[in-house]
């Protein structure tokens, strides 16, 4: 059989006309106009892009927020332990250290060089006294953050000369322990610059007893601070001196003998030191001219 599409009255037999020009039957033209206007199908839209699923972890808005709360949350909890029992960084106001310390030195106190009592808690005055626990005691020499016996809001910082029933005396400006004289060596002098102008101080290296060696300065020859009676020092207590011997208040006077409850910690480490006198907080691009850069990350004698 013929795949061709053929009229209702076509046949085989009926392929060409009898005078054999040879011209195409009908069948041949109907299938033609068949084919060409046989209905299309319609070409395939294109399929839209499949939107990406939400992602199953993504966190909403109000969830980050818990999460960075949470996060500072942590943060203070963990600086407050480490202030608490281990370091805290102080900064120096005054020049009764000179000039071991001076005014804009930045530094770390070692909480547990002593133990613990109130007074290394924030707010501790307001605790009740339950002493010292883990007590270790302090050496002659030792630079010390205390809270001030008179008033404990108040924190000083000296450097500790007598322990519990050593006898302390100033004569002549020499520092005596137990009725035998500290010795004192004089030293280049040091200068303070105050607004511009350099002010030359008398400066010595005085070396303690148990070898502890430190400068001191003497600014006034003969000064008030320089003949004191006998300080005996009770038990449980400890003198405190200012480098800077006639600009300190210290055991001499408001001061008075230090309770060891009253012990904060050890000065150990400068970490920063800044010149206020060239700069003001504001002035940040003064600053880089201001920083003492010599001062950087040393240990305190």
Do not use: C
């Not at 020092?233 to 006077?253: A, C, K, L, T, W």
């Amino acid at each position: 059989m013929s795949d061709s599409l053929q009229t209702p009255d076509s046949s085989p037999a009926a392929a060409t006309p009898a005078d054999g020009t040879g011209v195409q039957n009908d069948s041949s033209l109907d299938r033609a106009t068949a084919l060409i206007d046989a209905p299309t199908s319609d070409p395939a839209e294109p399929a839209e892009p499949a939107q990406p699923a939400p992602k199953a972890d993504a966190v909403e808005e109000g969830d980050s927020w818990w999460e960075l709360a949470k996060t500072l949350f942590y943060a203070l909890l963990i600086a407050l332990f480490v202030r608490t029992f281990f370091f805290q960084p102080y900064n120096i106001p005054s020049g009764s250290m000179e000039s071991t310390l001076l005014v804009g030195d930045y530094l770390f106190v070692e909480k547990f060089a002593y133990g613990y009592s109130k007074y290394s808690f924030p707010f501790g005055r307001f605790l009740p006294s339950f002493g010292r626990v883990f007590f270790s005691q302090p050496h002659r020499g030792d630079v010390v953050v205390f809270a001030l016996p008179s008033d404990p809001s108040v924190v000083f910082i000296k450097r500790l000369i007598g322990r519990p029933g050593d006898r302390i005396q100033m004569i002549g400006g020499v520092l005596y322990i137990n009725d035998k004289p500290v010795p004192k060596v004089r030293v280049s002098d040091f200068v303070d610059d105050e607004n511009g102008y350099e002010h030359h101080i008398a400066r010595y290296r005085e070396t303690l007893p148990n070898g502890k060696s430190y400068y001191v300065l003497d600014s006034i020859p003969d000064g008030p601070n320089d003949d004191t009676p006998v300080y005996t020092v009770p038990p449980g207590h400890y003198f405190m001196m200012g480098d800077n011997r006639d600009d300190s208040d210290d055991s001499r006077g408001i001061v008075g003998y230090l309770p060891a409850e009253n012990l904060v910690g050890k000065a150990e480490f400068k970490f920063f030191s800044i010149d206020d006198s060239k700069t003001h907080w504001w002035q940040f691009w003064t600053w880089p001219w201001a920083v003492r850069y010599d001062r950087l990350f040393t240990f305190i004698d």
